[in-house]
Protein backbone atom coordinates (compact mmCIF):
# COMPACT_ATOMS: atom_id res chain seq x y z
CA UNK A 1 0.00 0.00 0.00
CA UNK A 2 1.73 3.36 -0.88
CA UNK A 3 1.81 6.17 1.57
CA UNK A 4 -0.57 9.14 1.26
CA UNK A 5 0.68 12.86 1.08
CA UNK A 6 0.20 14.79 3.91
CA UNK A 7 -2.89 16.32 4.78
CA UNK A 8 -4.43 14.05 1.78
CA UNK A 9 -7.12 11.14 2.33
CA UNK A 10 -7.63 8.00 -0.27
CA UNK A 11 -9.54 9.26 -3.00
CA UNK A 12 -9.16 12.69 -2.64
CA UNK A 13 -8.47 15.28 -5.01
CA UNK A 14 -6.17 18.44 -4.42
CA UNK A 15 -5.96 21.26 -6.18
CA UNK A 16 -2.47 23.51 -5.40
CA UNK A 17 -2.88 27.24 -7.12
CA UNK A 18 -0.81 30.58 -6.07
CA UNK A 19 -2.92 32.16 -3.75
CA UNK A 20 -1.56 35.43 -4.46
CA UNK A 21 -1.51 35.15 -8.12
CA UNK A 22 -5.05 37.11 -9.34
CA UNK A 23 -5.32 34.44 -12.77
CA UNK A 24 -4.80 31.78 -10.34
CA UNK A 25 -7.68 32.92 -7.72
CA UNK A 26 -9.73 33.19 -10.84
CA UNK A 27 -8.83 29.62 -11.97
CA UNK A 28 -9.78 28.53 -8.00
CA UNK A 29 -12.94 30.47 -8.60
CA UNK A 30 -13.92 28.89 -11.04
CA UNK A 31 -13.30 25.23 -9.93
CA UNK A 32 -15.60 26.35 -7.06
CA UNK A 33 -18.13 27.27 -9.62
CA UNK A 34 -18.08 24.63 -11.97
CA UNK A 35 -16.95 21.67 -9.47
CA UNK A 36 -20.96 20.80 -8.76
CA UNK A 37 -19.95 17.17 -7.80
CA UNK A 38 -16.93 18.82 -5.53
CA UNK A 39 -14.69 16.38 -6.53
CA UNK A 40 -11.63 18.77 -5.97
CA UNK A 41 -10.22 20.17 -2.90
CA UNK A 42 -8.04 23.49 -3.29
CA UNK A 43 -5.07 25.05 -1.11
CA UNK A 44 -2.89 27.46 -1.88
CA UNK A 45 0.86 26.82 -1.96
CA UNK A 46 1.47 28.97 0.20
CA UNK A 47 -0.43 27.72 2.80
CA UNK A 48 1.19 24.92 5.58
CA UNK A 49 -0.70 22.33 3.79
CA UNK A 50 0.53 23.36 0.20
CA UNK A 51 3.95 23.71 1.45
CA UNK A 52 3.36 20.24 2.79
CA UNK A 53 2.27 18.94 -0.43
CA UNK A 54 4.94 20.17 -2.58
CA UNK A 55 7.82 19.06 -0.21
CA UNK A 56 6.31 15.73 0.06
CA UNK A 57 6.76 15.53 -3.89
CA UNK A 58 10.38 17.24 -3.53
CA UNK A 59 8.74 20.82 -5.47
CA UNK A 60 10.31 24.15 -4.40
CA UNK A 61 8.51 25.69 -1.50
CA UNK A 62 10.15 29.06 -1.99
CA UNK A 63 9.05 29.39 -5.67
CA UNK A 64 6.19 27.37 -7.26
CA UNK A 65 5.56 28.72 -10.98
CA UNK A 66 2.45 25.86 -11.87
CA UNK A 67 -0.41 24.94 -10.93
CA UNK A 68 -0.78 21.11 -9.52
CA UNK A 69 -2.96 18.36 -8.96
CA UNK A 70 -2.31 15.44 -6.95
CA UNK A 71 -4.60 12.50 -7.33
CA UNK A 72 -4.32 8.62 -6.68
CA UNK A 73 -2.11 8.88 -9.48
CA UNK A 74 0.04 10.75 -7.80
CA UNK A 75 1.39 14.60 -8.50
CA UNK A 76 0.25 16.37 -12.44
CA UNK A 77 1.56 19.25 -13.09
CA UNK A 78 0.75 22.06 -16.04
CA UNK A 79 -0.96 21.02 -18.57
CA UNK A 80 -1.39 17.49 -17.59
CA UNK A 81 -3.13 18.45 -14.80
CA UNK A 82 -5.62 21.17 -16.09
CA UNK A 83 -6.79 18.62 -19.12
CA UNK A 84 -7.62 16.09 -15.36
CA UNK A 85 -9.14 18.58 -14.29
CA UNK A 86 -10.78 19.75 -17.12
CA UNK A 87 -12.30 16.18 -17.69
CA UNK A 88 -13.78 15.83 -14.20
CA UNK A 89 -16.14 18.63 -14.96
CA UNK A 90 -19.44 18.95 -16.74
CA UNK A 91 -19.55 19.95 -20.44
CA UNK A 92 -18.63 22.13 -22.25
CA UNK A 93 -15.78 22.00 -20.27
CA UNK A 94 -14.94 18.85 -20.37
CA UNK A 95 -14.92 19.07 -24.10
CA UNK A 96 -11.49 20.89 -23.90
CA UNK A 97 -9.60 17.55 -23.39
CA UNK A 98 -9.30 16.71 -26.46
CA UNK A 99 -6.05 19.61 -26.44
CA UNK A 100 -4.52 16.43 -25.16
CA UNK A 101 -4.03 15.86 -29.04
CA UNK A 102 -1.62 18.90 -28.74
CA UNK A 103 2.01 17.13 -28.21
CA UNK A 104 2.96 18.26 -23.97
CA UNK A 105 6.13 20.00 -24.78
CA UNK A 106 4.11 22.65 -26.95
CA UNK A 107 1.07 22.53 -24.22
CA UNK A 108 3.21 22.80 -21.62
CA UNK A 109 5.52 25.78 -23.12
CA UNK A 110 2.11 27.80 -23.60
CA UNK A 111 1.63 27.07 -20.45
CA UNK A 112 5.00 28.32 -18.95
CA UNK A 113 4.91 31.66 -20.93
CA UNK A 114 1.98 32.44 -19.51
CA UNK A 115 2.67 31.30 -15.57
CA UNK A 116 5.90 33.13 -15.70
CA UNK A 117 4.85 36.35 -16.80
CA UNK A 118 1.31 35.94 -14.58
CA UNK A 119 2.09 38.83 -11.93
CA UNK A 120 2.55 40.87 -14.78
CA UNK A 121 -0.32 39.84 -16.87
CA UNK A 122 -2.93 39.79 -14.51
CA UNK A 123 -1.51 41.38 -10.73
CA UNK A 124 -1.24 39.93 -7.78
CA UNK A 125 -2.96 39.83 -4.22
CA UNK A 126 -1.28 41.40 -1.16
CA UNK A 127 -2.32 38.49 1.26
CA UNK A 128 -3.77 34.85 -0.34
CA UNK A 129 -7.62 34.84 -0.98
CA UNK A 130 -9.59 33.41 2.03
CA UNK A 131 -12.48 31.04 1.38
CA UNK A 132 -15.77 32.69 2.44
CA UNK A 133 -18.66 30.21 4.79
CA UNK A 134 -19.91 28.49 1.67
CA UNK A 135 -17.09 27.72 0.38
CA UNK A 136 -14.72 26.80 3.65
CA UNK A 137 -15.42 23.00 2.62
CA UNK A 138 -13.40 23.60 -0.72
CA UNK A 139 -10.58 24.56 0.76
CA UNK A 140 -7.78 22.45 2.99
CA UNK A 141 -7.10 24.24 6.41
CA UNK A 142 -4.17 24.68 8.37
Not at 63 to 92: E, K, Q, Y
Not at 100 to 107: D, E, G, K, N, S
Request: proline residues 5%.
Amino acid sequence: MTELAPGRAAGERIVLFDGVCKLCNGWAKFLIRHDDARQFRLASVQSARGQALLAWYGLPTDRFDSMALVDDAGLHVRTDAWLRILARLPLPWRALRVLRLVPRPLRDWCYDRIALNRYRLFGRHAVCMLPTADHAGRFLHD
